[in-house]
């Protein structure tokens, strides 16, 4: 059993907010297709503040910048795969250092994001890649081989919208046998490709060093229907959206913020490790904690 298991077992993990929000509050502009992963090359001292600004508002798992990072998505921006790589491996880097600023237990979940997020074009909240899971492993593999020799605490694959994603995952994951937590993107008990989630979380619960299920990049409101389908396989990881959603096409956000009011309600339906994701801040996440303090 990994330290971040036996933490799960004994209370509630509070997980990291928004990384992109974040940047952008501290003036970077993320417009281009490789979003957060771009300031790796470019500006590595801001990725580790942001880093510690989630630490200081006291989170113990930091999610790294490395959603974004692929070998595709890179040269697509005109990159090299070595960049690809130097900017995985400092991902990891760059979050072990935030932490070891900071007391107390400080996690370092390396992100794995989808296929569609290489694309940039939205297709992660549809999943209809169209692609078979034998080339869904084949583009994942260099990426969580990479990561995994960078040596986080975990893995976290997450946004994923299709069981084609999962079961790829769960079979790339299962050669390499290091702790990871595999997180849908959700819309009520369905994949945002309107399969069972309940399905796709029985077959990521085969593989034996998958350590928590969940959902994130999604609605706040949403984490009886996630704990339901996990239906008690493993621990819940539950990190949804401010409350706001995300327009694609006008790339804008819409909605009301909700997700830190949500905590009582994700805790009393069984979730173990929860933070935030898009449009999460460093004062959510610490308004967060502080309801899971409050006794």
Known sequence: MTSFEALLEQRPVLLDGGFATRLEARGHDLSDTLWSARLLLTDPDEVRATHADFFAAGAEVAITASYQVSESGFLAAGRTVAEADEALARSVRLARAAAADFDGPRFVAASVGPYGAGLADGSEYRGDYGLSVAKLRAWHRPRLQ????????????????????????????DDLGVPAWISLTTVGDRTRLGEPAAEAYAMAADVPCVVALGANCCDPRESADVVAAVAGRR?????????????????????????????????SAGVRALGGCCRVTPDQIAAMGARLTAE
């Open 235 to 267: 621990p819940v990881v539950f990190y949804p959206n401010s409350g706001e959603s995300w327009d694609a096409v006008a790339r804008t956000w819409t909605g009301d913020a909700a997700a830190s009011e949500s905590v009582d309600a994700w805790r």
């Open 146 to 173: 990479k990561l995994a020799a960078a040596e986080p605490d975990l893995l976290a694959c997450e946004t994923i919208p299709c069981l084609a994603e999962v079961e790829a995952l769960a079979a790339e994951l």
